[in-house]
């Protein structure tokens, strides 16, 4: 299976910080980065997609000002969560996809905001 | 609304049981379907893909999956303590139609196997 990475993998944060989720596809190209969260007891969600040097697309009730998505190339993508706040504390998985296909996810990055 | 439905268990087993794992889609267009184990604390862990109708075994395990049913389902042979876990169904949404080729997940399966 693909081999991916995230960074950090844990993070303890203030209210109102913002924290940089790193998501490297160590070796499969990219094209497109899906984003999902998952809280407590709760499956995985899907956050947004990229698509390597687009803008991400969002889905319902995931606001794309406070959740900010890079992905410049096709081995790296960025989580950006803006002016965090408690209930943004959750588990944020990557996982990278090719041709609109995926099936293999990062080992997450498990936030905690305070 | 597309949804993926699984019993949230737990389902417990003693070692050495078969352990079924069953699974409903609502999409008829999805084509791809995948069983993912999540330990606590961890990302999703393939374990298996299907994308045709019958069985498809990968050592202990064994995916079913029945498109006209709209079911899936996964077994387990022999299992093992170590198989204790959170078992995903994923379902593969195509590009187009509002979708970006995710995959949409049940809720997960508690699987818990007893010495």
């Known amino acids: 299976g693909a081999v991916v990475s995230q960074h950090p993998s844990r993070v303890i944060c203030k209210s109102g910080t913002s924290v940089k989720i790193e998501c490297r596809s160590l070796d499969f190209q990219a094209t497109t980065m899906f984003w999902y969260r998952q809280f407590p007891k709760q499956s995985l969600m899907l956050m947004a997609t990229?698509?390597?040097?687009?803008?991400?697309?969002?889905e319902q009730g995931v606001e794309k000002d406070k959740f900010l998505i890079n992905h410049a190339s096709l081995t790296l993508s960025t989580l950006t969560v803006t002016s965090a706040h408690p209930e943004d504390s959750s588990f944020y998985i990557c996982?990278?996809?090719?041709?609109?296909?995926?099936?293999?996810f990062g080992p997450g990055t498990r936030l905690l905001v305070l | 609304q597309k949804e993926v439905e699984q019993n949230s268990g737990p389902l417990s087993v003693p070692e050495g049981a078969i352990a079924s794992l069953n699974c409903t889609y609502s999409d008829r267009v999805s084509q791809s379907f995948f069983w993912y184990r999540q330990y606590s604390g961890k990302s999703p862990e393939l374990i298996m893909s299907?994308?045709?109708?019958g069985d498809k075994e990968d050592g202990r395990f064994t995916a079913q999956l029945n498109k006209a049913s709209q079911y899936v389902s996964l077994l387990i042979r022999d299992s093992q303590p170590s198989d204790s876990a959170t078992y995903l169904c994923a379902v593969h949404q195509p590009v187009g139609r509002g979708s970006q080729g995710n995959l949409i997940f049940g809720k997960g399966t508690k699987l818990s196997v007893k010495p």
């Open positions: 996982s990278p996809g090719q041709g609109g296909k995926t099936q293999y």
């Open positions: 299907i994308y045709s109708n």
């Open positions: 990229s698509n390597e040097g687009s803008k991400a697309t969002y």
